[in-house]
């Protein structure tokens, strides 16, 4: 069962899967970065135009970014792509249903850890850490496992 706190979405797939997965999602999961409940107003005053307090540009090689605003506007823009990407991979998970016999041919243990295994040292390449992108996917495919034992048991096309 998923929980709506104002507008935190708390996952089913324990603390620290739940919070990697918004920590991956940034500013969207948190509904445009106020995260005062539904109906208060913010407990802070927005935040879009805050300079830096410490240290240099770090992301896109340096060149961004100048205020908070733009931080912001990053990681939307990404949080779209990360979205379209999942509804992607979604299609997919979708469409392997219709291979497997029952609901108890969805869950492969094995597979899950093979593809923990690749997704870890893709982040070890990419520089993200590797415990976040474990926790995320570890999310992502629990919930897509119950979705597609849905589909299965359902004996649904995706």
Do not use: H
């Not at 620290?16 to 999961?29: D, E, H, N, W, Y």
């Not at 108890?104 to 597979?111: G, I, L, M, S």
Request: contains cysteine.
């Amino acid at each position: 069962m998923t929980a709506v706190t104002g507008r935190l979405l708390l996952l089913p797939f324990g603390r620290v899967a739940s919070m990697a997965l918004l920590l991956c999602l940034g500013t969207a999961a948190y509904g445009a970065g106020d995260p005062s409940p539904a109906g208060s107003a913010p407990t802070t005053a927005p935040l879009t135009d805050t300079k830096a307090f410490w240290g240099t540009p770090q992301a896109a090689g340096g060149t961004c970014c100048q205020t908070l605003g733009e931080v912001r506007g990053n990681i939307d823009r990404i949080d779209r792509q990360i979205v379209a990407l999942i509804a992607e991979r979604g299609s997919y998970v979708r469409e392997a249903a219709r291979f497997k016999a029952n609901p108890a041919a969805v869950e492969d243990k094995t597979r899950v850890e093979q593809i923990i295994t690749r997704l870890r040292g893709l982040a070890v390449e990419d520089k993200a850490p590797p415990d976040v992108v474990e926790a995320t996917y570890r999310a992502l495919i629990a919930a897509y496992t119950e979705e597609e034992k849905k589909i299965s048991a359902a004996g649904a096309k995706p």
